[in-house]
């Protein structure tokens, strides 16, 4: 009999083989929007990377690896991103970084030749972004100026953010930290922790807050069924060394995302006041979905997998 991981892994990868054509900015079923074309295709692309790592990658992803080998190869992806200003240079930034093994990488120079030194500078930026800076540069292979993961350790989200005490709270629902800064705890994890490839770089104290801060947020998330932030903290847990289903609160997360998900693979969508309505057409179904979906496959793949020794 499979397991929970291996059940989520197995409906969301095959939900996501059968809507690789939303995936695609460039073909009739893409996102209505520029940002929401660039979003899904560099996702897809961070799945890809991630999964190729893993002992055994998943056949389920061949098909959407011919895709991103594709799209990677040609110039109308980096045209796409230079077309929305505010994203433009991240967005560069990722799509080098996430290039696959083995293609033409001709459009992928040029796209690099072409960032500001600046954005590669740690001027401006906060701790958070400057991991996230750091993280995409070291794998694009790129100069940049952003000192050492140690120096930011201390100011990254894991450590300097504090849960709301008791009798606080940090929203209206009484999260202990607001969602964008939930999410910056998540998403600082994956970039010092290489999304389950290494050590974040925590001992003592500074783990042992860290994993507690990810333990309330999880609690919080099964409680208001918070479905794309509670995956993102399932692999966080893991990131930090624990085994996420032999916590409470993980083990809790997966099951509840269990529940969420659709008999076709599809988790429709953040949140369960968010989900898409199952009669949605197809579009905009895909646009609510695509993410949580994708990311709950992520966190069940590398959840479930040996860690790297």
Not at 46 to 72: F, I, N, Q
Not at 186 to 199: E, K, N, V
Not at 227 to 238: I, K, S, Y
Request: include cysteine; charged fraction near 20%; charge should be negative.
């Amino acid at each position: 009999m499979s397991s929970p991981l291996e059940r989520l892994a197995a409906g969301a990868l095959g939900w996501l083989d059968g809507n690789l054509d939303h995936f695609d900015p460039f073909s009739p079923g893409a996102h209505p929007t520029a940002l929401g074309k660039a979003k899904a295709a560099l996702e897809l692309a961070l799945l890809l990377h991630c999964a190729s790592r893993l002992p055994d990658p998943p056949e389920a992803l061949d098909k959407a690896g011919a895709l991103v080998r594709r799209l990677w190869q040609a110039p109308d992806l980096p045209k796409l991103f230079a077309g929305i200003p505010s994203y433009a240079s991240a967005y560069a930034l990722v799509y080098a970084a996430l290039a696959p093994d083995g293609i033409d990488g001709t459009q992928v120079r040029a796209t690099l030749a072409q960032l500001d030194p600046e954005f590669l500078s740690p001027r401006g930026k906060s701790p958070y972004q400057r991991l996230e800076t750091r993280h995409y540069a070291d794998k694009a292979g790129v100069r940049h100026t952003v000192e050492p993961y140690a120096e930011l350790l201390p100011h990254s989200p894991l450590v300097a953010f504090r849960a709301a005490g008791p009798g606080e709270a940090a929203s209206d629902d009484g999260a202990p930290l607001t969602e964008p800064q939930a999410y910056a705890v998540t998403h600082a994890a994956f970039y010092l922790g290489d999304f389950g490839r290494t050590s974040p770089g925590l001992d003592g104290a500074g783990l042992a807050h860290a994993r507690d801060l990810v333990d309330r947020l999880l609690v919080h998330c099964v409680g208001h069924d918070r479905w794309d932030l509670a995956a993102e903290l399932v692999l966080t847990q893991f990131i930090l060394g624990s085994e996420p289903l032999d916590t409470p609160s993980g083990a809790a997360a997966v099951e509840c995302l269990v529940r969420a998900q659709r008999p076709d693979g599809a988790v429709p969508g953040r949140s369960a006041a968010l989900a898409a309505h199952p009669s949605a057409p197809a579009g905009e179904f895909f646009a609510k979905a695509y993410h949580t979906t994708l990311v709950t496959a992520l966190m069940a793949l590398v959840v479930s997998s040996p860690r790297p020794s």
